[in-house]
């Protein structure tokens, strides 16, 4: 499973875009990335799922460089309620592959959205 | 509303006792999934089951073990409990292959070992 790196933490404030960055140099060809919310005592919330280029959905963005090492959540014009933990996936998501059954969090990135 | 039940949503009991905690899918999804999610660590893949098998097994300790029912709700059964074992415990579920929708995650069972 490819290992992720982001920022522990970020801020923001409410009308802003933000953008959060995460690192996958070891990214396999099979492996989509995938971004999940979790607000405090909730279970983590499906966001967005990619593979390359860009993908978008009502909430978020997703941009992926043509070399797939990174990519970068973009959330538009943030409000309070978006502050929670960003988590950062990388695997391959299909049961052929085998180790998405295995999909560990990490840490995340805590965002603040202040007022 | 996710879709997927877990069951109690608080628990508090003693060392060296049994619980079960439970967990109905989402309608329609064959997967379930159990994450441990701690103060110190992170969310923490503890097994998966598809349509009743064992699929694959992550840092579940002997002392835990799940199954999943024909009806294909799943009980994670944590026995000799210690004061380390509080945790936040999230079931997931997944129709198959995770790959367009991920995964759904339910509120989780707040499990308090004293």
């Known amino acids: 499973l490819a290992k992720t790196t982001q920022p522990i933490s970020m801020d923001s404030y409410e009308g802003q875009e933000v953008n959060i960055t995460c690192s996958h140099n070891n990214i396999a060809t099979n492996d989509y990335i995938t971004w999940y919310q979790q607000f405090p005592s909730q279970g983590p919330r499906f966001i967005i799922q990619?593979?390359?280029t860009k993908v978008t959905n009502e909430v978020a963005s997703l941009f992926i460089p043509a070399d797939r090492k990174s990519s970068t959540l973009s959330l538009p014009r943030v409000s309070l309620s978006d502050t929670a933990v960003y988590y950062c996936l990388v695997g391959d998501m299909s049961y052929s592959g085998g180790s998405n059954y295995k999909l560990t969090f990490g840490k995340g990135t805590l965002l603040t959205v202040n007022p | 509303d996710s879709g997927v039940t877990q069951t109690p949503k608080h628990l508090i009991t003693a060392t060296g006792q049994r619980v079960t905690l439970r967990c109905s899918p989402r309608s329609g999804d064959l997967s379930v999934y159990w994450y441990q999610q701690s103060l110190d660590q992170g969310l923490q893949f503890l097994i998966h089951?598809?349509?009743?098998?064992?699929?694959a097994k992550g840092n579940i300790l002997e002392r835990f073990s799940a199954q999943q029912f024909p009806d294909l709700h799943s009980e994670l059964n944590l026995s000799s409990l210690e004061l380390g074992d509080s945790a936040l415990y999230f079931c997931a579920s997944s129709v198959g292959e995770p790959r367009t929708y991920g995964y759904t995650f339910g509120s989780g069972t707040r499990l308090t070992v004293v």
């Open positions: 089951y598809y349509n009743g098998e064992e699929r």
């Open positions: 990619g593979y390359k």
